[in-house]
Nanobody, 121 residues
Framework: QVKLVESGGGLVQPGGSLRLSCAAS????????MGWYRQAPGKQRELVAT???????NYADSVKGRVTISRDNVKNTVYLQMNSLKAEDTAVYYC???????????????WGQGTQVTVSS
């Protein structure tokens, strides 16, 4: 069974940095798109960034220039380097893997459990 496990969240001061990681486990043959989404209290879940298997990236306007997404296709892991963090970046960050070809499904869509990022002085 495919499972996504996030790590790296925490409390950081405004202007600080954090690096989130998300590792997909299971019998996985390939993953099309991996990405990060976030949900702040009282708001809908929103896109932060995605990256394709070939390395094509997409960022939300609110994080462009401050966030870098990357992935390791061998390790089935996606990373989110966040710099110059602001209070409005505070949210639960969720990892997503879409188009997962595994022993369980030809093309599955999976979510991690979420990791809290809090930006506060």
């Amino acid at each position: 069974q495919v499972k996504l496990v996030e790590s790296g969240g925490g409390l950081v001061q405004p202007g600080g940095s954090l690096r989130l990681s998300c590792a997909a486990s299971g019998t996985i043959f390939s993953i099309n798109v991996m990405g990060w989404y976030r949900q702040a209290p009282g708001k809908q879940r929103e896109l932060v960034a995605t990256i394709t298997r070939g390395g094509v990236t997409n960022y939300a306007d609110s994080v462009k220039g401050r966030v870098t997404i990357s992935r390791d296709n061998v390790k089935n892991t996606v990373y989110l380097q966040m710099n110059s963090l602001k209070a409005e970046d505070t949210a639960v960050y969720y990892c997503n893997a879409a188009g997962v070809h595994s022993i369980d499904a030809f093309s599955g869509d999976y979510w991690g459990q979420g990791t809290q990022v809090t930006v506060s002085s």
